[in-house]
């Protein structure tokens, strides 16, 4: 036994196994139990997003005496986030990972990454001036993910309560969650990709605030593509006045949710009737039936299409609006087909959210926490760019980041560093281990 072995004690209370003892050391060397994050390395090296939102921020420090770029610290940051570690105080112990220092183009012998404090300083640094430039920078990240200029883009925008618990700016008591919090507005597109998050106190935004942001959201896409099509799709939320008049002025269709009304109610009075009717000979099966009609609330400028679809069964009558600018298309094809599509953003919202612990908004600072919302859209978007270089009919393509990171990211590895090279000694009982060179040759062709 070496002098090493013997430095080292052995963990005692190991109950033996099939008439022998068991002994364990920590004593394996230079490893990792996320193996799988030089997956994500290379996914970060193509996508940019940290050197992106790095270059918005002004760093107020004497660059002789930088030595952990903003680049480097968000990109550490995200890589965290996308491992699974939520918390910034879990970067005093994986700054020494030998990992994580390989995903920072560093040798594990290198000097250790940043710390906490340092991450702390770099999430308190951006004004509102550098958190606009990184709104935007995102936008443009976005439009140059697709090889080629799409047709025709659909946004699904909603918000999701943040519960807090201390004193941060903006925070506000919401009496439907019954909690103080805040409630982000999130903006995914069709295919999932994600464009935006908005932190806002936790209450309804108006139809005036919805606009001025909208505004600002749809210059940015416009100043990338000037001739793209975009349909707006949302629930009740966001069908105002000031919404609808803007999407006219702004050539944007649009799918939106409308809230029941006795108005409303009285085009479908008989409908509803009916299909009770039908509902009530069809053993216990729903019947669904639509009705399309124009009609316009006190507050509109002009009457709109209208779509009801009303569902009758054994739980009642359950009755549902939509507003659309769409024509040519049938009612029942407009809300199935593309209104009930929108359903998809609740999985994005928990992926973000639920998967990446998007809702780690304690800081103080509502500058801060925005900034927070913005490392979370990039480690949202490492996962999903890892996920879309899956094969196409694969379960890997419909999987959650939870089962990504699982199965790819939290893989135990042991680092032998060699006079020309780095060499990574993976288990060989790992399962699925052709999809790893199956992503990563094909990241180069999706991410360039």
Not at 99 to 126: G, H, I, Y
Not at 252 to 277: F, I, N, Q, S
Not at 357 to 371: E, I, L, V
């Amino acid at each position: 036994m070496s002098a090493t072995d013997d430095a080292t004690p052995i963990l005692p209370g190991l109950s033996p196994a099939c008439g022998r003892a068991i002994e364990a050391r920590f004593d394996g060397g230079l490893m990792s139990s996320d193996g799988g994050l030089l997956m994500l390395r290379e996914v970060e090296r193509r996508l940019g997003i940290a050197r992106r939102l790095a270059a918005c921020i002004d760093d107020p420090r004497a660059p002789v005496r930088i030595r952990h770029g903003l680049d480097e610290v968000i990109r550490f940051r995200m890589l965290m986030i996308a491992a699974g570690y939520e918390d910034g105080n879990d970067a005093d112990s994986l700054r020494t990972d030998p990992l994580f220092k390989l995903a920072m183009e560093r040798l594990p012998e290198d000097a250790a990454l940043c710390s906490q404090s340092t991450v702390s300083r770099a999430e308190n640094l951006p004004d509102r001036h550098a958190l606009l430039r990184m709104g935007q920078a995102m936008v443009e990240h976005y439009c140059q993910s697709f090889r080629q200029v799409p047709r025709r883009i659909v946004l699904d925008i909603d918000d999701t309560f943040d519960a807090v618990h201390g004193g941060q700016q903006l925070r506000l008591f919401n009496a439907h969650y019954d909690e103080y919090g805040f409630q982000p507005i999130v903006v995914f597109d069709g295919e999932g990709r994600m464009v935006a998050a908005l932190l806002r106190p936790a209450c309804r935004p108006s139809g005036r605030q919805i606009v001025f942001w909208l505004h600002r959201l749809i210059a940015a896409l416009r100043a990338n593509w000037p001739r793209v099509e975009i349909l707006l799709r949302a629930d009740s939320h966001y069908c105002t006045p000031e919404v609808l008049r803007f999407c006219r002025a702004e050539r944007l269709d649009y799918v939106l949710g409308v809230a029941p009304t006795t108005t409303l109610r009285k085009h479908v009075a008989a409908l509803e009737a009916g299909t009770t009717a039908r509902a009530a000979t069809a053993d216990g099966e729903k019947r669904r039936r639509f009705k399309e009609f124009y009609d316009s609330a006190a507050s509109w400028d002009r009457v709109e299409r209208i779509i009801a679809r009303v569902e009758a069964g054994p739980q009642g009558v359950d009755t549902r609006f939509i507003v659309t600018s769409l024509e040519g298309v049938r009612g029942r094809t407009v809300y199935q087909d593309v209104y009930c599509a929108r359903g998809q953003a609740e999985n994005h919202i928990k992926a973000w959210k639920t998967h990446l612990a998007a809702d780690r908004t304690s800081c103080c600072r509502a500058a801060a926490n925005q900034m927070r919302l913005f490392l979370h859209l990039g480690a949202y978007w490492l996962m999903w760019s890892l996920r879309a270089a899956m094969p196409r009919r694969s379960l890997w393509r419909a999987a959650q980041f939870d089962t990504l990171r699982l199965r790819l990211i939290k893989l135990a590895a042991r680092v032998e560093v060699l006079k020309r090279k780095v060499r990574l000694h993976l288990p060989s009982s790992t399962p699925n281990q052709t999809i790893f060179a199956y992503a990563l040759d094909r990241l180069p062709r999706m991410l360039t």
